[in-house]
């Protein structure tokens, strides 16, 4: 079975700032990773993902994550936020085979302050 | 639009109503997924569909949920005698399998209220 946990349930941050979502996961196998965001009152958008290959992956909107398998983590990260970023954070994993069904974790709100 | 559709967008119901909610994957997408997103619970698989057979229907949380897939394509998922603790948002997904990666895509979900 496979867990994952978002240390943070809310990360409030200053527009501009840079920010650190955590995520640490669980799993007997190997596995694939995703970040979702979820604007108010909208579905799930993948944010990015790591397969296989480099460790540093880059997405949508500037943001990058990290895949540390001696940790077990995938942070996320962004050098400077805005405004348009508040959301919910979903760090995810699923299996590389099989149903490839997500596991989610519990999601971090962040807030972006003026 | 190519993306995931889903209806209704929002459902209110009797407790101990059936409800169907539906799902529209993107053309071609051989595998399909229904998660709940509730307060209490987070976000949770519920069933896998790959063409029209289910082989992993193991989030289902009671016989009271039921889902089919025709035709490789529209699927519904059915909660028979609503309960208040049904109350969630239900997402669909579907997958894309392309350059040898795996990515889900999601639809707006089916926000469903249990009075």
């Known amino acids: 079975a496979q867990s994952v946990t978002q240390l943070d349930s809310q990360v409030p941050v200053f527009e501009e700032a840079p920010v650190e979502l955590r995520c640490n996961y669980s799993?007997?196998?190997?596995?694939?990773l995703f970040w979702y965001v979820q604007y108010p009152n909208q579905g799930l958008q993948l944010l990015l993902k790591?397969?296989?290959?480099?460790?540093l992956v880059k997405g949508i909107n500037g943001f990058e994550a990290e895949f540390n398998k001696s940790q077990t983590s995938f942070h996320l990260r962004k050098p400077s936020v805005h405004i348009s970023d508040t959301a919910e954070y979903f760090c995810?994993?699923?299996?590389?085979?099989?149903?490839?069904?997500?596991?989610f974790g519990q999601g971090t709100r962040l807030t972006i302050n003026p | 639009g190519a993306g995931v559709s889903q209806s209704p967008s929002n459902k209110v119901t009797e407790k101990g109503k059936d409800v169907e909610l539906r799902c529209d994957p993107i053309?071609?997408?051989?595998?399909l997924y229904w998660y709940r997103q509730s307060l209490g619970q987070g976000l949770e698989f519920l069933i896998y569909f790959q063409g029209n057979s289910a082989p992993d229907k193991s989030g289902l949380p009671s016989d009271r949920f039921s889902a089919e897939r025709t035709g490789g394509s529209v699927s519904t998922l059915t909660i028979q005698r609503t309960q208040q603790e049904d109350s969630a948002v239900y997402l669909c997904a579907s997958l894309r399998t392309s350059g040898g990666y795996n990515e889900q895509f999601f639809g707006p979900g089916t926000r469903l209220t249990v009075l």
């Open positions: 790591y397969l296989s290959g480099s460790t």
């Open positions: 799993s007997s196998v190997s596995v694939y």
């Open positions: 995810a994993v699923s299996d590389i085979q099989g149903a490839q069904k997500l596991v």
């Open positions: 053309s071609g997408h051989t595998a």
